[in-house]
């Protein structure tokens, strides 16, 4: 009987010991994302064009910018042989924005919904942002106005990754967020941050 848990227990540890190995390494691999990406925003709050800045101009990497990207053009993408890879949502509402569109932030978060299980049955990788601090989720909100929260809630607990801004987390919302979902997040200080972060995301 003895001989016998000793032959039970060698393996059993070996397996430990694997399994233990492959959640260090699992843990320490970096995060990676596909291009082409298709760059959109819920709530017109203007974020994105950051995004655009930086993948246009500085980095140069496969883009699609589109503030008021639907479903369609993920299918049409497919269709022609040449489909997206990776889709980030900037998340923060602006009345100001959505008001030049002549949209409300139900028709934003109606849009993204329909953008998001889209990309989710394509197998696209979801990454919800939020671009800029707690300024932004507070600028210039009448009472009772709470459309950049309400961007917030449809895009980053659906997403697969999150890329936020410190400062908008002051108060732990997206800190929160991840741990509930098991969401990984990647934080940025400043602007030129931000540019090394979608380098290295995007980098094979």
Same mark, same amino acid.
């Given at each position: 009987m003895e001989k /016998?848990? $000793?032959?039970?227990?060698?393996?059993? /540890?070996?397996?430990?010991?694997?399994? /233990?190995?492959?959640?260090?390494?699992?843990?320490?691999?970096?995060?990676?994302?596909?291009?082409?990406?298709?760059?959109?925003?819920?709530?017109? #709050? #203007?974020?994105?064009?950051?995004?655009? &800045?930086?993948? $246009?101009?500085?980095?140069?990497?496969?883009?699609?910018?589109? &503030?008021?990207?639907?479903?369609?053009?993920?299918?049409? @993408?497919?269709?022609?042989?040449?489909?997206?890879?990776?889709?980030?949502?900037?998340?923060?509402?602006?009345?100001?924005?959505? #008001?030049?569109?002549?949209?409300?932030?139900?028709?934003?978060? =109606?849009?993204?919904?329909?953008?998001?299980?889209?990309?989710?049955?394509?197998?696209? $990788?979801?990454?919800? =942002?939020?671009?800029?601090?707690?300024?932004?989720?507070?600028?210039?909100?009448?009472?009772?106005?709470?459309?950049?929260?309400?961007?917030?809630?449809?895009?980053?607990?659906?997403?697969?990754?999150?890329?936020? @801004?410190?400062?908008?987390?002051?108060?732990?919302?997206?800190?929160?967020?991840?741990?509930?979902k098991k969401i990984? /997040?990647?934080?940025?200080?400043?602007?030129?941050?931000?540019?090394?972060?979608?380098?290295?995301?995007?980098?094979?």
């Amino acid at each position: 009987m003895e001989k /016998m848990s $000793k032959l039970i227990f060698v393996p059993v /540890m070996i397996l430990s010991v694997i399994v /233990m190995l492959f959640s260090v390494y699992a843990q320490d691999k970096p995060i990676k994302a596909e291009l082409p990406v298709l760059v959109t925003e819920c709530g017109q #709050g #203007g974020g994105s064009m950051k995004l655009k &800045v930086f993948l $246009k101009n500085r980095l140069k990497l496969d883009h699609v910018y589109n &503030v008021l990207a639907t479903a369609d053009l993920l299918v049409a @993408r497919q269709k022609a042989g040449n489909p997206i890879k990776s889709l980030i949502i900037v998340t923060g509402a602006s009345l100001k924005g959505m #008001g030049a569109a002549g949209i409300s932030i139900d028709d934003e978060i =109606a849009r993204s919904t329909e953008l998001m299980a889209e990309a989710k049955k394509q197998g696209i $990788k979801l990454i919800g =942002a939020h671009l800029d601090g707690m300024a932004r989720r507070a600028q210039g909100a009448a009472i009772g106005d709470n459309s950049d929260e309400l961007s917030i809630d449809a895009i980053c607990p659906e997403s697969a990754l999150l890329i936020i @801004r410190q400062d908008g987390n002051e108060d732990g919302r997206f800190t929160t967020i991840s741990k509930d979902k098991k969401i990984p /997040m990647l934080l940025f200080k400043k602007n030129m941050e931000l540019s090394d972060l979608l380098k290295n995301l995007f980098s094979k």
